[in-house]
């Protein structure tokens, strides 16, 4: 399962928590003020008609690494998918989603920075890891 966040929305030192080096933590108001500070545009939230053309760019971007996505939902702050293995390196597929995410809102007419810096990764070892991430995602779609 890969997720990221749209630019400025989710900042680390945030009350709802952030994952920073696979680590979840909790708020942190001196954090959240620093991050604050170094903004360099508005935070992007997502509508619903350019929350479908990121969840279309990344269905049809994975269609070039043959990889199948389990499950998907776009919200207006971050990006869940859970993804199939494929083998390509991780950093790899994920750069090519978001950059598909933001050119196919480019021609939507946004502009600016889309997404933020990185991603987090939860990979499934087994079955019930698998079944419950995807649960999650259709759950809270």
């Known amino acids: 399962m890969i997720t990221w966040t ?3 929305t ?3 030192g945030e ?4 994952v920073k080096d696979g ?4 708020e942190n108001v001196a954090i959240k003020k620093d991050c604050e500070k170094k903004l360099e545009g508005e935070p992007v939230r997502l509508g619903r008609s350019e929350k479908d053309v990121v969840r279309d760019a990344i269905l049809e971007a994975a269609k070039r690494f043959k990889q199948k996505i389990l499950a998907i939902a776009v919200y207006s702050n971050h990006v869940h998918a859970v993804c199939e293995y ?3 390196p991780i950093d790899v597929v994920v750069g090519y989603y978001k ?3 933001r050119v196919a809102l480019q021609k939507a007419g946004v502009k ?5 810096r990185g991603y987090d ?3 499934c070892f087994d079955e019930k890891e698998l079944k419950a991430r995807i649960k999650y995602v259709n759950e809270h779609t």
Do not use: I, P, S
């Open 10 to 12: 989710w900042l680390q």
């Open 6 to 8: 749209t630019y400025g």
């Open 23 to 26: 680590e979840v933590r909790g």
């Open 15 to 18: 009350k709802k928590r952030f």
């Open 86 to 88: 494929v083998d390509v």
């Open 121 to 123: 990764k939860r990979f």
């Open 99 to 101: 950059n598909a995410g």
């Open 112 to 116: 600016g920075k889309v997404w933020t």
